[in-house]
């Protein structure tokens, strides 16, 4: 989808990446862990790409959280992939079904786009989900309220180096280690080989100066573990 509404606002320059508005600077921080960054990627799962970084991530020793478009779990990924991506130690959030703006949908509209995404999530993973991202990143105290009484935390982000713009890996790499921080979001998508490039570089880099990937424990819901169990009766 490109995150169309924040094109205009990031520039690429020879020397790296410059963050306007494109960076979420509402990011709804949660708890900070020292030397930890969080991985995110958006709009999977994709039957090509998202197996080869599960991999790419169990490799280099790193978790990440997905935020799978409902209409593409429901037509590509059942239980067995997900329990998969589960059990490699990563979390999953809302993404909504359709990825639209929810600011422009009617209350009711958008609440059955997030609600339908939470019931495909339960479905696949034996619990309703307890974190979300919105598409566009595109919210207001409305969304924000709906997904609230859906029991989702919206996670956004701190740094995106919009693979869309098919930026040089290594220009890439030199941002996000400026825009490092504990705590900080990375903003990714599995569903081009240039993510993957970007992973397979960016993990060892950060490794060797001491940090670590991690879920996001907003989308570790309390339970989960039995509740995935309950799904494998």
Same mark, same amino acid.
């Given at each position: 989808h490109g995150h169309a509404g924040e094109a205009d606002a990031g520039e690429l320059e020879a020397d790296g990446v410059t963050v306007g508005q494109a960076v979420d600077q509402q990011h709804d921080l949660f708890d900070i862990h020292p030397g930890v960054v969080h991985l995110t990627f958006d709009d999977g799962p994709d039957q090509l790409f998202t197996p080869i970084l599960l991999d790419l991530l169990?490799?280099?020793?790193?978790?990440? %959280?997905?935020?799978?478009?409902?209409?593409? *779990?429901?037509? #590509? @990924?059942? $239980?067995? &992939? +997900?329990?998969? *991506?589960?059990?490699?130690?990563?979390?999953?959030?809302?993404? %909504?079904?359709?990825?639209?703006? *929810?600011t422009e949908q009617h209350p009711w509209s958008a609440a059955a786009d997030l609600e339908g995404a939470s019931i495909l999530l339960a479905d696949r993973t034996g619990y309703r989900p307890s974190c979300w991202r919105a598409p566009y990143g595109d919210r207001d105290e409305v969304v924000l309220s709906l997904a609230g009484s859906? !029991?989702? $935390?919206? /996670?956004?982000? %701190?740094?995106?180096?919009?693979? @869309?713009?098919?930026?040089? +890996?290594? /220009? +890439?790499?030199?941002?996000? %280690?400026? &825009? #490092?921080?504990? !705590?900080?979001?990375?903003?990714?998508?599995?569903?081009?080989?240039?993510?993957?490039?970007?992973?397979?570089?960016? *993990?060892?880099?950060?490794? &060797?100066?001491?940090?670590?990937?991690?879920?996001?424990s907003a989308c570790r819901p309390l339970g989960e573990r039995q509740a995935r169990m309950a799904t494998r009766g």
């Open positions: 169990d490799r280099h020793g790193a978790r990440a %959280t997905f935020f799978f478009l409902g209409r593409n *779990l429901a037509a #590509r @990924w059942g $239980t067995d &992939e +997900v329990q998969d *991506l589960l059990n490699r130690g990563h979390a999953v959030g809302n993404h %909504t079904i359709h990825h639209r703006m *929810l859906l !029991g989702m $935390t919206h /996670v956004g982000w %701190t740094a995106d180096p919009q693979e @869309w713009r098919d930026p040089w +890996v290594p /220009v +890439v790499v030199d941002y996000l %280690t400026r &825009e #490092r921080h504990d !705590g900080s979001v990375v903003l990714l998508h599995d569903r081009k080989w240039l993510s993957l490039h970007i992973v397979d570089d960016l *993990l060892p880099i950060f490794h &060797e100066d001491g940090w670590r990937f991690d879920v996001v």
